[in-house]
C-alpha cells in the first residue's frame, strides 16, 4: 500500500481537500494484509475527522502489484501527481524495486509493513513496522534455551529477500555456530498463492531430518498451505516462526493445526495501554476482528504523517514533511511506545506469543517480552 497526501497548499488562505492513495495487495495471496493495511490507516482517519496535521484528507486504494516492476509503474503514476508522501509497501520485492524511484523523486515514502533489511543509507523511506531480520533476532535466544542438547532446528522460508532475512536473523540470536542448527536450510520457492502439494519436497526434507523444532517464515495464504501440509505429513511438534505465521485471517484457516506454535512480533491485539485499548476497541467494533500488526502499523503510518504535516504547517511540501518526520519524537503506539532510530525504523519492543485456545476460538497470546530492537 502507497498512500498520496495532497494535502492544503496554504494558498489564498483556502485548504484543499487532502487526498491519500493507498496501494496494497487488493488480489492474490497478499490480498489478507492489504485489507489490514488499508484497515489501519482508514481507521486513524474515521478517528481523526479524516484529517492528517489539520488538513482534511481522503484515501484512495491503488494496487501495488507483486512484482518489482509493477511496483514502479504505480509509484511513478502517483508522483506524476504532485504528491505529498506515500505510505505501506507489502512485498519486500516490491520496497526494493521502488527504493531508487522514490529517492530520486525525494518524496518520503513511510513504508508500513515491508522492511528488507538492504534498505540502508536512505534519505526519503520511512518504516512504522520493523526491519525483516528483528522476529528472527527477537525469537533466536529464547529458542536456543528451549531446544534440548543434541536437538535440532531445521529452518525452511521462502528464497526471497525476506524470507532470507528472516533465516539470517534467526541464526543470529539463536547463534550461528551453534551445532543444533547446523543443517542446511531448507528453501522453498516464493509463492504468494501455493497449492495443495507445493510443499510436499521441501517438508518430505525437513520430515527425514527428525527436528526437535521447526523455524520458518511464511504469511498470509502461502503461511495456511504450509502449516496444513506440515501437520498432515505427521509433524506436530513446536514451530516458531514471525508473528506473520499466526495474523488475521490465517490462524481462522489454520484452526486446530495452530496449536504448539510460537511467534515473535511487535505487536499482540492483546496489549494492555491506553492506546491499543482505544485502537483495539475501535478496530474490533469496526471490522468484527482483532487487529492485526499489518493494521498496527498502518495506522502509525497514518500518526506519524500527521504529527509530522502538523509540524509543516500550511506550506506543505514533500522535502519539509521529510524533514518533519526526523522530528516527530515518541510515538504513542498501540505495540507500546516507540521512536524512529537512526535508519528510519522504530526502535520498539519484541514480543512472544503461543496461539492458545480462547473460549471457542484461537487466539495469539502474549507470553512476555523478548527485546528491544531498533
Known sequence: MRCRQ?????????RRTGQNR????????????????????QLFLDLNDRRLGGHPAELLIVDE?????????AVEGLLQQNVIALTGVANSSVMLGIRDVVEQARVPLIGSDASPSTMQGVVYIWRTSYVNDEPGRALGPYVATQVPGGGRVVMIAPDYPAGRDAVAGFREGFGASDPRISSPVIWTEFNTSPGRDFFAAEIGQLRALNPEAVFCFYAGNAAVEFIKQLRAAGYRKVVYAPGFLTEGTVLDELGTDAENIFTALNYSADINNAANRRFASAYRKRHGSSPTTYAMASYDAAQVLDKAIRLVGDDLNPQQVNLALGRVGQIDSPRGPWQFNQPRTPQQMWYLREVRRDGQVLSNVLITELATLG
Do not use: H
Open 6 to 14: 495532497r494535502l492544503g497548499d496554504g494558498r489564498s488562505g483556502q
Open 22 to 41: 493507498s496501494r496494497g495487495p487488493q488480489a492474490g495471496g497478499y490480498k489478507p494484509i492489504g485489507d489490514e493495511i488499508v484497515n489501519g490507516f
Open 65 to 73: 502489484g507483486e512484482t518489482p516492476e509493477s511496483g514502479r509503474t
